[in-house]
Protein backbone atom coordinates (compact mmCIF):
# COMPACT_ATOMS: atom_id res chain seq x y z
CA UNK A 1 0.00 0.00 0.00
CA UNK A 2 1.11 3.33 -1.05
CA UNK A 3 0.92 6.02 1.84
CA UNK A 4 -1.84 7.98 2.07
CA UNK A 5 -2.46 11.16 0.51
CA UNK A 6 -4.85 13.99 2.34
CA UNK A 7 -6.92 16.88 1.36
CA UNK A 8 -9.27 19.33 2.80
CA UNK A 9 -12.90 19.81 1.40
CA UNK A 10 -16.52 20.85 2.09
CA UNK A 11 -19.84 19.24 1.92
CA UNK A 12 -21.63 22.70 0.83
CA UNK A 13 -18.72 24.75 0.07
CA UNK A 14 -21.22 27.92 -0.75
CA UNK A 15 -21.60 28.03 2.89
CA UNK A 16 -17.87 28.82 3.14
CA UNK A 17 -17.68 31.04 0.60
CA UNK A 18 -20.53 33.09 2.04
CA UNK A 19 -18.54 33.40 5.28
CA UNK A 20 -15.81 34.75 3.55
CA UNK A 21 -17.99 37.67 2.45
CA UNK A 22 -20.39 37.67 5.19
CA UNK A 23 -17.91 37.92 8.23
CA UNK A 24 -15.28 40.71 6.72
CA UNK A 25 -18.34 42.95 5.35
CA UNK A 26 -20.40 42.99 8.79
CA UNK A 27 -17.11 44.09 10.44
CA UNK A 28 -16.29 46.72 7.89
CA UNK A 29 -19.89 48.05 8.45
CA UNK A 30 -19.55 47.73 12.10
CA UNK A 31 -16.92 50.03 11.99
CA UNK A 32 -18.15 51.99 9.58
CA UNK A 33 -21.30 53.22 11.46
CA UNK A 34 -20.37 51.88 14.73
CA UNK A 35 -23.34 51.11 17.41
CA UNK A 36 -26.36 53.10 16.93
CA UNK A 37 -27.48 52.20 20.53
CA UNK A 38 -24.27 53.99 22.50
CA UNK A 39 -24.14 57.47 23.93
CA UNK A 40 -20.79 59.25 25.17
CA UNK A 41 -21.95 60.92 28.71
CA UNK A 42 -19.24 62.93 30.27
CA UNK A 43 -18.57 61.69 33.94
CA UNK A 44 -17.09 63.92 37.03
CA UNK A 45 -17.25 67.33 36.95
CA UNK A 46 -17.53 70.22 34.00
CA UNK A 47 -14.54 70.95 32.79
CA UNK A 48 -12.93 68.44 35.44
CA UNK A 49 -10.34 65.31 34.78
CA UNK A 50 -11.97 63.09 32.74
CA UNK A 51 -12.55 59.59 33.66
CA UNK A 52 -10.37 56.36 32.42
CA UNK A 53 -10.75 52.92 32.99
CA UNK A 54 -7.75 51.33 34.74
CA UNK A 55 -6.64 49.54 31.79
CA UNK A 56 -6.27 49.37 27.71
CA UNK A 57 -10.44 49.23 27.65
CA UNK A 58 -10.59 49.64 24.12
CA UNK A 59 -7.73 47.37 23.16
CA UNK A 60 -9.51 44.40 25.26
CA UNK A 61 -12.69 45.78 23.19
CA UNK A 62 -11.27 45.14 19.78
CA UNK A 63 -9.37 42.13 20.92
CA UNK A 64 -13.16 40.66 22.27
CA UNK A 65 -14.55 41.62 18.75
CA UNK A 66 -12.03 39.87 16.88
CA UNK A 67 -12.71 36.62 18.57
CA UNK A 68 -16.27 37.16 18.06
CA UNK A 69 -16.03 37.14 15.07
CA UNK A 70 -13.46 34.19 14.02
CA UNK A 71 -16.22 32.40 16.43
CA UNK A 72 -18.90 33.30 14.10
CA UNK A 73 -16.59 32.58 11.30
CA UNK A 74 -15.67 28.84 12.65
CA UNK A 75 -19.32 28.49 12.63
CA UNK A 76 -20.45 29.39 9.33
CA UNK A 77 -17.18 26.71 8.35
CA UNK A 78 -18.58 24.35 10.52
CA UNK A 79 -21.85 24.38 8.90
CA UNK A 80 -20.40 23.83 5.83
CA UNK A 81 -19.12 20.19 6.60
CA UNK A 82 -15.53 20.27 6.15
CA UNK A 83 -14.17 16.56 5.47
CA UNK A 84 -10.37 15.15 5.65
CA UNK A 85 -9.88 13.42 2.32
CA UNK A 86 -7.68 10.60 2.33
CA UNK A 87 -6.79 8.76 -0.90
CA UNK A 88 -4.44 6.03 -1.32
CA UNK A 89 -3.26 3.15 -3.77
CA UNK A 90 -3.35 -0.36 -2.45
CA UNK A 91 -2.27 -3.24 -4.47
CA UNK A 92 -4.93 -5.95 -5.45
CA UNK A 93 -2.44 -8.66 -6.03
CA UNK A 94 0.77 -9.78 -4.49
CA UNK A 95 4.25 -8.71 -5.56
CA UNK A 96 7.33 -10.96 -5.28
CA UNK A 97 9.05 -12.44 -2.24
CA UNK A 98 13.16 -11.33 -2.63
CA UNK A 99 15.35 -12.11 0.61
CA UNK A 100 18.87 -10.64 0.24
CA UNK A 101 21.75 -12.50 1.72
CA UNK A 102 24.57 -10.43 2.27
CA UNK A 103 27.82 -11.12 3.39
CA UNK A 104 29.20 -8.82 5.98
CA UNK A 105 32.40 -10.90 7.03
CA UNK A 106 35.46 -8.70 7.38
CA UNK A 107 36.62 -9.71 3.79
CA UNK A 108 33.58 -7.40 2.67
CA UNK A 109 35.70 -3.87 4.12
CA UNK A 110 37.80 -4.30 1.11
CA UNK A 111 38.12 -0.97 -0.65
CA UNK A 112 38.19 -2.20 -4.39
CA UNK A 113 34.58 -0.41 -5.82
CA UNK A 114 35.95 2.76 -6.60
CA UNK A 115 37.35 3.87 -3.24
CA UNK A 116 34.85 2.45 -1.38
CA UNK A 117 34.17 -0.65 0.30
CA UNK A 118 32.30 -3.92 -1.31
CA UNK A 119 29.59 -3.74 1.87
CA UNK A 120 28.91 0.18 1.79
CA UNK A 121 28.34 0.17 -2.53
CA UNK A 122 26.01 -2.97 -1.88
CA UNK A 123 24.49 -1.69 0.71
CA UNK A 124 23.56 1.47 -0.61
CA UNK A 125 22.17 -0.14 -4.07
CA UNK A 126 20.37 -2.70 -2.15
CA UNK A 127 18.27 0.76 -0.26
CA UNK A 128 17.67 1.77 -3.83
CA UNK A 129 16.41 -1.41 -5.50
CA UNK A 130 13.70 -1.62 -2.52
CA UNK A 131 12.62 2.09 -3.55
CA UNK A 132 12.21 1.05 -6.67
CA UNK A 133 9.63 -1.95 -5.98
CA UNK A 134 7.36 -0.88 -3.11
CA UNK A 135 4.98 -3.08 -3.91
CA UNK A 136 7.57 -5.70 -3.40
CA UNK A 137 8.45 -7.67 0.24
CA UNK A 138 11.91 -7.05 0.42
CA UNK A 139 13.80 -9.00 3.23
CA UNK A 140 17.21 -9.22 4.50
CA UNK A 141 19.40 -12.08 5.91
CA UNK A 142 23.59 -11.05 6.97
CA UNK A 143 26.13 -14.08 6.69
CA UNK A 144 29.18 -14.24 8.90
CA UNK A 145 30.43 -16.69 11.22
CA UNK A 146 26.98 -17.39 11.48
CA UNK A 147 23.70 -16.54 9.60
CA UNK A 148 20.39 -14.49 10.71
CA UNK A 149 17.30 -13.51 8.92
CA UNK A 150 17.36 -9.45 10.33
CA UNK A 151 14.42 -8.55 8.26
CA UNK A 152 11.79 -10.56 6.60
CA UNK A 153 10.57 -9.81 3.59
CA UNK A 154 7.99 -6.80 4.08
CA UNK A 155 6.54 -3.85 1.93
CA UNK A 156 7.94 -1.66 5.30
CA UNK A 157 10.92 -0.68 3.42
CA UNK A 158 11.83 2.10 6.14
CA UNK A 159 12.55 -0.88 8.13
CA UNK A 160 14.65 -2.55 5.75
CA UNK A 161 16.26 1.17 5.64
CA UNK A 162 16.94 1.19 9.54
CA UNK A 163 18.47 -2.22 9.55
CA UNK A 164 21.13 -1.83 7.03
CA UNK A 165 22.12 1.48 8.47
CA UNK A 166 22.99 0.07 11.70
CA UNK A 167 24.30 -3.08 9.75
CA UNK A 168 28.22 -3.14 10.81
CA UNK A 169 31.01 -5.39 9.50
CA UNK A 170 31.96 -8.55 11.72
CA UNK A 171 28.52 -8.11 13.13
CA UNK A 172 28.00 -11.72 12.54
CA UNK A 173 31.52 -12.93 13.54
CA UNK A 174 34.48 -12.90 11.41
CA UNK A 175 33.65 -15.92 8.97
CA UNK A 176 31.25 -16.49 6.19
CA UNK A 177 28.74 -19.46 6.54
CA UNK A 178 27.28 -19.05 2.97
CA UNK A 179 25.62 -22.30 3.18
CA UNK A 180 24.56 -21.01 6.43
CA UNK A 181 22.64 -18.26 4.63
CA UNK A 182 21.25 -19.48 1.74
CA UNK A 183 19.28 -22.34 4.16
CA UNK A 184 17.63 -20.16 5.86
CA UNK A 185 16.85 -18.56 3.27
CA UNK A 186 15.05 -21.37 1.81
CA UNK A 187 13.21 -22.07 5.07
CA UNK A 188 11.89 -19.12 5.01
CA UNK A 189 10.61 -18.98 1.45
CA UNK A 190 9.61 -22.34 1.48
CA UNK A 191 5.59 -21.63 1.97
CA UNK A 192 5.96 -18.31 0.77
CA UNK A 193 2.56 -18.07 -1.60
CA UNK A 194 3.99 -14.96 -3.55
CA UNK A 195 3.76 -15.51 -7.51
CA UNK A 196 7.51 -15.14 -7.67
CA UNK A 197 9.92 -15.89 -4.82
CA UNK A 198 13.98 -14.96 -5.08
CA UNK A 199 17.33 -15.06 -3.33
CA UNK A 200 20.25 -12.42 -4.23
CA UNK A 201 22.91 -13.68 -2.16
CA UNK A 202 26.14 -11.08 -2.28
CA UNK A 203 29.26 -11.74 -1.63
CA UNK A 204 32.97 -12.35 -1.94
CA UNK A 205 32.91 -15.66 -2.58
CA UNK A 206 35.04 -17.06 0.59
CA UNK A 207 32.95 -19.61 2.22
CA UNK A 208 34.89 -20.35 5.53
CA UNK A 209 32.24 -21.33 8.11
CA UNK A 210 29.04 -23.17 8.89
CA UNK A 211 27.74 -26.77 8.93
CA UNK A 212 25.90 -26.41 6.00
CA UNK A 213 28.06 -26.47 2.41
CA UNK A 214 26.94 -23.79 0.07
CA UNK A 215 26.06 -25.67 -3.21
CA UNK A 216 23.52 -27.96 -0.81
CA UNK A 217 22.10 -25.35 0.38
CA UNK A 218 21.58 -24.00 -3.40
CA UNK A 219 20.17 -26.86 -4.27
CA UNK A 220 17.44 -26.58 -1.63
CA UNK A 221 16.49 -23.21 -3.35
CA UNK A 222 16.03 -25.29 -6.22
CA UNK A 223 13.73 -28.22 -4.88
CA UNK A 224 11.15 -25.20 -3.26
CA UNK A 225 11.27 -23.42 -6.31
CA UNK A 226 13.22 -20.49 -5.32
CA UNK A 227 14.81 -18.99 -7.81
CA UNK A 228 18.61 -17.47 -6.98
CA UNK A 229 20.84 -14.49 -7.99
CA UNK A 230 24.68 -15.10 -7.10
CA UNK A 231 26.54 -11.64 -6.87
CA UNK A 232 30.09 -12.04 -6.93
CA UNK A 233 31.33 -8.34 -5.46
CA UNK A 234 35.06 -7.02 -5.20
CA UNK A 235 38.15 -8.58 -7.32
CA UNK A 236 41.22 -10.96 -5.85
CA UNK A 237 45.00 -9.79 -5.04
CA UNK A 238 45.63 -7.22 -2.51
CA UNK A 239 42.73 -4.68 -1.56
CA UNK A 240 43.23 -1.71 0.80
CA UNK A 241 40.82 -2.24 3.84
CA UNK A 242 39.25 -0.48 6.53
CA UNK A 243 36.94 -0.83 9.47
CA UNK A 244 36.14 -1.29 12.79
CA UNK A 245 35.43 -4.26 14.74
CA UNK A 246 32.30 -3.81 15.98
CA UNK A 247 32.99 -5.98 19.52
CA UNK A 248 36.55 -4.55 20.02
CA UNK A 249 35.91 -1.29 18.55
CA UNK A 250 39.56 -1.20 17.13
CA UNK A 251 39.77 0.20 13.51
CA UNK A 252 41.48 -2.23 11.67
CA UNK A 253 43.34 -0.84 8.43
CA UNK A 254 46.14 -2.38 5.90
CA UNK A 255 46.52 -4.96 2.87
CA UNK A 256 44.15 -7.60 2.41
CA UNK A 257 44.63 -10.75 0.38
CA UNK A 258 41.15 -11.29 -1.33
CA UNK A 259 40.86 -14.65 -2.07
CA UNK A 260 37.76 -13.56 -4.30
CA UNK A 261 36.73 -17.07 -5.85
CA UNK A 262 34.44 -17.26 -8.73
CA UNK A 263 34.56 -21.06 -9.52
CA UNK A 264 33.02 -21.14 -5.94
CA UNK A 265 30.26 -18.66 -6.87
CA UNK A 266 29.60 -20.35 -9.98
CA UNK A 267 29.54 -23.80 -7.98
CA UNK A 268 26.88 -22.36 -6.42
CA UNK A 269 24.86 -20.72 -8.25
CA UNK A 270 24.42 -23.92 -10.97
CA UNK A 271 23.98 -26.10 -7.95
CA UNK A 272 20.88 -23.66 -7.32
CA UNK A 273 19.66 -23.54 -10.87
CA UNK A 274 20.33 -19.74 -10.11
CA UNK A 275 22.50 -16.71 -12.43
CA UNK A 276 26.03 -15.76 -11.40
CA UNK A 277 26.90 -11.69 -12.09
CA UNK A 278 30.69 -10.80 -11.39
CA UNK A 279 30.65 -7.45 -9.96
CA UNK A 280 34.39 -6.28 -9.89
CA UNK A 281 33.76 -2.76 -10.11
CA UNK A 282 31.33 -0.37 -8.28
CA UNK A 283 29.25 0.43 -11.85
CA UNK A 284 28.95 -3.11 -12.54
CA UNK A 285 27.15 -3.59 -9.65
CA UNK A 286 24.83 -1.26 -9.97
CA UNK A 287 24.20 -3.14 -13.49
CA UNK A 288 23.42 -6.46 -11.70
CA UNK A 289 20.98 -4.70 -9.92
CA UNK A 290 19.89 -2.98 -13.11
CA UNK A 291 19.55 -6.95 -14.10
CA UNK A 292 17.65 -8.48 -11.05
CA UNK A 293 15.31 -5.61 -11.06
CA UNK A 294 14.35 -6.30 -14.86
CA UNK A 295 14.02 -9.91 -14.66
CA UNK A 296 12.54 -10.45 -11.34
CA UNK A 297 9.27 -8.66 -11.93
CA UNK A 298 5.63 -9.21 -11.06
CA UNK A 299 2.96 -7.40 -13.27
CA UNK A 300 0.43 -5.69 -10.72
CA UNK A 301 -2.69 -4.22 -10.27
CA UNK A 302 -3.20 -1.66 -8.39
CA UNK A 303 -6.31 0.19 -7.11
CA UNK A 304 -7.27 3.90 -5.33
CA UNK A 305 -9.50 4.30 -2.22
CA UNK A 306 -10.72 7.39 -0.93
CA UNK A 307 -11.82 8.22 2.34
CA UNK A 308 -13.57 11.21 4.01
CA UNK A 309 -13.37 11.84 7.72
CA UNK A 310 -15.90 14.48 8.65
CA UNK A 311 -14.57 17.39 11.20
CA UNK A 312 -17.19 19.71 11.69
CA UNK A 313 -17.73 18.95 15.52
CA UNK A 314 -13.76 20.43 16.20
CA UNK A 315 -14.61 23.64 14.37
CA UNK A 316 -18.03 23.48 16.26
CA UNK A 317 -16.19 23.54 19.97
CA UNK A 318 -13.69 25.98 18.58
CA UNK A 319 -16.19 28.63 18.18
CA UNK A 320 -18.45 27.93 20.75
CA UNK A 321 -14.75 28.39 22.60
CA UNK A 322 -14.47 31.72 21.34
CA UNK A 323 -18.45 32.85 21.73
CA UNK A 324 -18.61 32.00 25.50
CA UNK A 325 -14.81 33.21 26.09
CA UNK A 326 -16.31 36.66 25.01
CA UNK A 327 -19.42 36.51 26.71
CA UNK A 328 -17.72 35.37 30.02
CA UNK A 329 -14.99 38.07 30.04
CA UNK A 330 -17.69 41.00 29.45
CA UNK A 331 -19.97 39.62 31.75
CA UNK A 332 -17.89 38.91 34.79
CA UNK A 333 -14.88 40.96 34.14
CA UNK A 334 -15.98 44.11 32.06
CA UNK A 335 -19.32 44.37 33.59
CA UNK A 336 -18.66 47.82 35.31
CA UNK A 337 -16.96 48.83 32.24
CA UNK A 338 -19.02 48.55 29.69
Given amino acids: MIPAQMSFSFERPLIAAAALI ?14 PFTASVPLGPPGGIPFKAPFNLGGIVKALRILEYCGTF ?39 MGGASRFNIARELL ?34 DSRLEGLRIGEMGDGTALGMGLALAAYHLEKSTAPRRAVVLISDGENNAGAIHPETAAAMLKDVGVSLWVIGIGSGGEVPIDYVDPFTRIRRTGL ?5 DTDALRKISSA ?9 S ?11 DDQEMVVRRAGTVTRFYPCYLSFMIAALGFIITVRFVKRFFLGAWL
Fill in 22 to 35: VIPLAALLARKLGS
Fill in 74 to 112: LLFISAAGPLIKTSETVWLNRGADILFVLDISPSMAALD
Fill in 127 to 160: KKFAERRPSDSIGLAAVGYDAALLVPPTTDHTLL
Fill in 256 to 260: FDSSY
Fill in 272 to 280: GGGTLISAP
Fill in 282 to 292: ADALATAFTRL
